[in-house]
């Protein structure tokens, strides 16, 4: 599809606007992009991964993992029918999901790979996706963010005066996120999501967030980005320590236990790479042939048309990036503050967007290549039905919160 698209606008390029290098620039990219997918991702991984995966096997011998199972199961049997309550993937999607609420994107990955093959061991079309899978990914593509430590550090590097206040009206968004992916994936797999079940632990969630936020209207922009960055990391921490603590309470031979789960990081690496290539290369050739600039110099002057307040549309490209690849997207993020600065409605708009919403097809193309599906069913239009549910509401907060 982006090959395809790519080839396309750059024939228009060549022969309509005699842009005689776009060629040389999709093929430049080819190679780039398969460096990039090898070395700055795949390498790297592998290795968090042989510490995560490991760390994860001690607290799945050590019962800690299955303790998180049955505290969440009355709210996953729901999301989630085909995993029995019992399942330890229960406890990997708990855990998963908070370091991805946490922004602690390093420990999310391997943490979701593990997860998503226990879901495969559940599955009985090994190459087919299940619902319990295609609602994991959805919910992971959706960008849950508590804390965007990240994008708050970036603020303050380019010289936001609050790096903070992107925080409420980022949670805001993000949320509304989230609740489309579970609208939309419960609506597809007929799933009953209007019971008291689900609805009290969304309320739950609400008010846990509601509560988030006016803790941290209390704080300066400082002691926010200190409470954010350092409680996220604490919380990490601490979790890794009971796993070892637990263990060895039990007896487990803790090193032993580490080893066994770290054995298959390695070997998850490698087999995700032909997936992660292609997608990788495909995206870098859409952005290399010019594509993304015209669609959104199209989507311009359309909304131009009926609303003479169209700065939204010069963060768009950071928005219509993340789906594809979140070092692009950051980097349109980066672009777009030191173009318009921090402060400006496009900055902030910006990293809205780099924080409602996850990197759909690379998410895709990692989990679902880590255990062989290669029939995704609706997983993409979830994914992307979720990102522009956060799309959405973060132009809305974005009016809102400011102007």
Same mark, same amino acid.
């Given at each position: ?147 965007? #430590? ?9 010289? !936001? @005066?609050?790096?903070? &206040?992107? =925080? +409420?009206? /980022? $949670? ?104 992660? #290539? ?9 952005? !290399? @042939?010019?594509?993304? &600039?015209? =669609? +959104?110099? /199209? $989507? ?104």
């Amino acid at each position: 599809m982006f090959f395809i698209a790519a080839m396309v606008v750059a024939m228009i390029q060549f022969f309509i606007f005699q842009d005689f290098n776009v060629f040389e620039r999709i093929v430049s990219s080819t190679f780039e992009m398969s460096k990039f997918a090898v070395m700055d991702i795949a390498l790297p991984l592998g290795g968090v991964m042989i510490l995560w995966l490991g760390l994860m096997n001690i607290g799945e011998k050590a019962g800690a993992i299955n303790f998180l199972s049955r505290i969440i199961a009355p709210f996953f049997s729901k999301l989630f029918p085909e995993i029995p309550a019992s399942h330890p993937a229960n406890g990997q999607l708990v855990m998963n999901f908070a370091a991805n609420m946490l922004g602690l994107d390093n420990a999310a990955t391997p943490i979701g790979l593990k997860a998503m093959n226990s879901l495969q061991e559940l599955n009985p079309q090994k190459e087919v996706a299940s619902h319990a899978q295609i609602m994991f990914l959805a919910l992971n593509t959706s960008g849950l963010t508590i804390i965007p #430590v990240t994008i708050m550090a970036q603020r303050a590097i380019m010289g !936001a @005066s609050n790096p903070t &206040d992107i =925080f +409420v009206p /980022l $949670l805001i968004s993000t949320f509304f996120s989230t609740i489309t992916a579970i609208l939309y994936v419960g609506i597809r797999q007929k799933l009953n999501i209007w019971n008291r079940v689900v609805i009290g632990w969304i309320l739950g969630l609400a008010i846990f967030i509601l509560l988030l936020v006016y803790g941290f209207s209390l704080l300066d922009s400082k002691t926010a980005y200190l409470v954010s960055k350092i409680g996220g990391n604490f919380l990490l921490l601490s979790i890794v320590m009971i796993f070892i603590v637990v263990g060895a309470y039990k007896r487990i031979n803790v090193y032993e236990a580490f080893i066994d789960g770290a054995k298959t990081g390695f070997e998850t690496s490698i087999k995700i790479l032909p997936y992660l #290539v292609g997608m990788l290369v495909g995206i870098g050739v859409f952005r !290399a @042939s010019g594509a993304m &600039d015209l =669609f +959104v110099s /199209l $989507l311009q002057n359309i909304f131009s048309l009926f609303t003479a307040d169209v700065r939204f549309v010069d963060s768009l490209p950071t928005a219509l990036m993340k789906p594809l690849s979140g070092s692009g997207a950051k980097a349109m993020m980066v672009e777009a503050m030191k173009t318009y600065g921090a402060d400006s409605f496009v900055g902030r708009l910006s990293c809205m967007f780099q924080g409602s919403a996850d990197t759909t097809f690379y998410i895709i193309a990692l989990y679902f290549g880590s255990v062989g599906i290669k029939k995704t069913r609706y997983a993409v239009t979830a994914g992307l039905v979720a990102d522009f549910g956060g799309i959405i509401a973060a132009i809305l907060v974005a009016y809102l919160f400011f102007g």
